[in-house]
Nanobody, 126 residues
Framework: QVDLVESGGGSVQPGGSLRLSCATSKSTYDTGGCMAWFRQTPGKEREGVASIRIRDGTTEYSDSVKGRFRISRNNIQSAVYLQMNDLKPEDSALYYC??????????????????WGQGTQVTVSL
């Protein structure tokens, strides 16, 4: 059993900001070597948003969020964050934290995910 504790979702107006947090155990954090955020809306495929390789901080972003979202990590707390700025209505989704299978395959592909969190809702509307 792997626990991924997500927080920080909510409702915000277009142009606003939110910060998502995800914490897990140190063993999961260190063994996976990769943490990522995905999102999903009803009827659509789950899509990768951002990933970060734990050992060196290498990041990857989807084109739709590049320049607006920033993923970061805290190795002491075994946590990862997603700072979301200039939010748009199309960013509304259920956001999932994920642990990767290996630092060598770290990225925003669903195939590299070993564990998923429960999801936290982000709603962007007037």
């Amino acid at each position: 059993q792997v626990d991924l504790v997500e927080s920080g979702g909510g409702s915000v107006q277009p142009g606003g900001s939110l910060r998502l947090s995800c914490a897990t155990s140190k063993s999961t954090y260190d063994t996976g070597g990769c943490m990522a955020w995905f999102r999903q809306t009803p009827g659509k495929e789950r899509e990768g948003v951002a990933s970060i390789r734990i050992r060196d901080g290498t990041t990857e972003y989807s084109d739709s969020v590049k320049g607006r979202f920033r993923i970061s990590r805290n190795n002491i707390q075994s946590a990862v964050y997603l700072q979301m700025n200039d939010l748009k209505p199309e960013d509304s989704a259920l956001y999932y934290c994920a642990v990767g299978r290996s630092p060598w395959t770290c990225g925003i592909s669903k195939e590299q995910v070993a564990y998923w969190g429960q999801g936290t809702q982000v709603t962007v509307s007037l």
